[in-house]
């Protein structure tokens, strides 16, 4: 047999200090104390300061450029791969060392520190793109692989800094509660004693006559108060929970939560039609009043909805989601993942703890995001304006995807993804430009700033590859206009056969395009397109209009 390969100890990992209650500079000491020097001599620390040593936040001596900002598509490819200038330096080099550790393609890193990025900027920056046009910072993500292809370690190792923090917030939490049940207990209220006389008839032939007895009087005046309820922990990450317990917990965290769904398939497949259009709304993260039957202590009012969701879906089930259990969701997620089969290579490397411990500081300091130094209005604290000629960049994206989907035939009707790249270019802008503060490239105590162009273009970049991914594990978004639906003059003869087919199963003769419009029928068609697809049936001797208002349909 051969001989077992050596196995050499990890180094061991330098303690990251916990940064809460807003104290930065306690993290800014720590990293010029240790220095994070690591064997890679392409490593760049962040700048203490208010610049930067490179402009697109590539290591100092790499050749590889990035592309001119504000190139058309025309004059270049859709990007196959995730800009490698979007994250600063360090958090691209901890990308990339995540990524070898656990044996995959460093894609699959992106969606889970996105997210990971996302919930810990939550609502205290939110992006103005113009006014009245604002994006917040939350995100939709899916990564999407077969089984075992590493999904779920490469959210493992974004999402320890939070997991770490949401651990001391119930431990801080455990400890507030104990120290108070023992101050309770340790100064009881006493209550006043009287002497009372036992002789409860007043006559003189009880035994126990006349003698008194010390009893405790307590008076609703003089009973001790409930004990205060300890407040509730603010979560940061739920991984198991329904849409009645979510409201509850953005009632308690206003900053946001991110929901992991190790399988995001169950979302679609296991959720109702109504279900899956909170989540579309959810996605805009806007206020909500949540009125419930069963809630006795009132409705739960919520200024923000803030949700980040991620997770992992598995290709073979794009075709079953797409359309029948899709209803729009699918098209706001941003879709990672390499269309390829087998399992992950082997690796015997760890995560770099230098690499780990400085994504680890980004992420406390994104979570302490709001007490960076704010030189505008008062009123406008936590806004991050676009300047111009980022706006400009936004514009660029949104003609470009547009003549890139008609130049591949893409059908019109499926069009309307590209206004949620572009919103979520934005969304992508937003996190760029505070990853860069986090890291200290506007000094650790310096102002957010205004996403600038070079922000935009990054993010622009990384909408284009979120774009091919969705178009590669989705072809049949590209196939909807081709065949039947060219030849019946703009009618989807599927659907006909669809709509009938649904009907018999029910076993109905008699349906209103109401009532089918309510079904769950593959591709989710319009009250328009029900019609036009009846009267197809119409014209193949299938059924009848029972009225002239195309209400009702009778079959047979």
């Not at 130094?373 to 604290?381: H, I, L, M, R, V």
Request: charged letters at 25%; one cysteine or more; proline letters at 7%.
């Amino acid at each position: 047999m051969p001989s077992a390969p050596s196995f050499s100890p990890p180094p061991v990992r330098p303690k990251t200090p916990c940064i809460s209650g807003g104290d930065r500079e306690a993290g800014a000491r720590w990293i010029l104390k240790t220095g994070l020097k690591t064997g890679s001599s392409e490593f760049v620390m962040p700048c203490v300061g208010p610049t930067h040593p490179t402009a697109t936040g590539r290591a100092v001596g790499t050749d590889s450029m990035s592309p001119q900002i504000g190139a058309s598509m025309s004059e270049r490819s859709i990007a196959d791969s995730f800009p490698e200038d979007f994250f600063p330096t360090s958090i691209e080099q901890f990308r990339q060392s995540a990524a070898r550790s656990i044996g995959m393609d460093p894609e699959y890193m992106v969606g889970p520190m996105l997210a990971a990025a996302s919930v810990a900027i939550g609502t205290s920056m939110t992006g103005v793109l113009k006014p009245g046009w604002e994006e917040p910072a939350s995100l939709f993500v899916s990564v999407v692989g077969h089984k075992s292809s590493g999904k779920t370690p490469a959210f493992n190792a974004a999402f320890r800094p939070l997991h770490d923090q949401q651990r001391s917030r119930e431990q801080l939490a455990a400890k507030r509660t104990e120290e108070e049940q023992k101050r309770e207990r340790a100064s009881p209220e006493r209550m006043p004693e009287y002497a009372v006389d036992d002789d409860y008839d007043d006559e003189d032939d009880d035994e126990r006559d006349d003698e008194p007895r010390s009893v405790t009087m307590t008076p609703w005046a003089s009973r001790r108060p409930a004990p205060v309820p300890p407040k509730p922990v603010q979560h940061l990450v739920l991984t198991d929970t329904t849409l009645a317990a979510l409201w509850e917990r953005l009632r308690d965290s206003q900053r946001g939560v991110v929901v992991i769904a190790d399988e995001l398939s169950s979302l679609f497949l296991q959720s109702t039609s109504a279900q899956r259009q909170v989540w579309c709304e959810l996605y805009q993260a806007g206020a909500r009043t949540v009125h419930r039957q069963t809630n006795r202590k009132g409705p739960i009012v919520l200024r923000r909805t803030f949700v980040t969701l991620a997770g992992g879906i598995q290709p073979d089930l794009f075709p079953t989601i797409r359309g029948k259990f899709d209803g729009g969701l699918l098209e706001r997620f941003l879709i990672c993942g390499k269309p390829e089969t087998g399992l992950p290579p082997w690796s015997d490397e760890i995560i770099d703890p230098d690499l780990e411990t400085i994504w680890s500081l980004a992420v406390v300091a994104l979570l302490n995001i709001e007490d960076a130094t704010y030189d505008g209005p008062a009123d406008q604290c936590g806004n991050v304006p676009f300047t111009k000629e980022a706006y400009a960049r936004l514009r660029t994206l949104y003609r470009d995807l547009e003549a890139y989907l008609q130049v591949i035939g893409v059908p019109v009707k499926h069009h309307g993804i590209v206004r949620k790249l572009v919103a979520n270019a934005g969304r992508l802008a937003l996190i760029r430009r505070c990853l860069r503060w986090a890291t200290g490239e506007f000094g650790f105590f310096g102002p957010v700033g205004s996403v600038d162009e070079s922000d935009c273009d990054a993010a622009c970049r990384a909408a284009e590859f979120f774009l091919g991914r969705y178009l590669a594990w989705m072809p049949q978004v590209m196939e909807a206009g081709s065949g039947t639906e060219a030849a019946a003059g703009g009618v989807d003869k599927d659907l006909t056969e669809r709509i009938l087919e649904y009907v018999a199963t029910k076993k109905r003769t008699e349906v209103d395009v109401r009532w089918i419009r309510q079904q769950t029928i593959e591709g989710n068609p319009s009250t328009d397109e029900i019609r036009a697809a009846l009267d197809e049936a119409v014209s193949r001797g299938h059924g009848s209009w029972k009225d002239g208002e195309k209400k009702t349909f009778i079959v047979g």
